[in-house]
């Protein structure tokens, strides 16, 4: 399958491009992770759930939640 046609099926499916699935599956992940009791980083997340840059990731993470990374924990 080529690229195209797995973006169009992958659209089709999510009504997401791949790359934005992916990152929706990393936040997802990552605010699981924040809501948990264990005590790892905000930086420490964001590198988990595969993000290169923790303020790449916070702001990604604001602009899906409507909250910073920090304000999460702990919520259920």
Do not use: W
């Not at 195209?4 to 499916?13: A, D, G, I, V």
């Not at 303020?55 to 993470?61: A, D, G, L, P």
């Amino acid at each position: 399958m080529s690229r195209t046609r797995f973006s169009e099926h992958c659209k089709r499916l999510t009504n997401m491009t791949p790359r934005q699935y992916l990152q929706d599956l990393r936040l997802e992940e990552a605010s699981r992770l924040l809501k948990s009791p264990d005590h790892n980083s905000v930086t420490e997340i964001a590198f988990s759930c595969g993000f290169n840059s923790s303020q790449y990731f916070s702001n990604s993470f604001r602009k899906r939640y409507g909250r910073a990374p920090n304000a999460s924990r702990g919520l259920a």
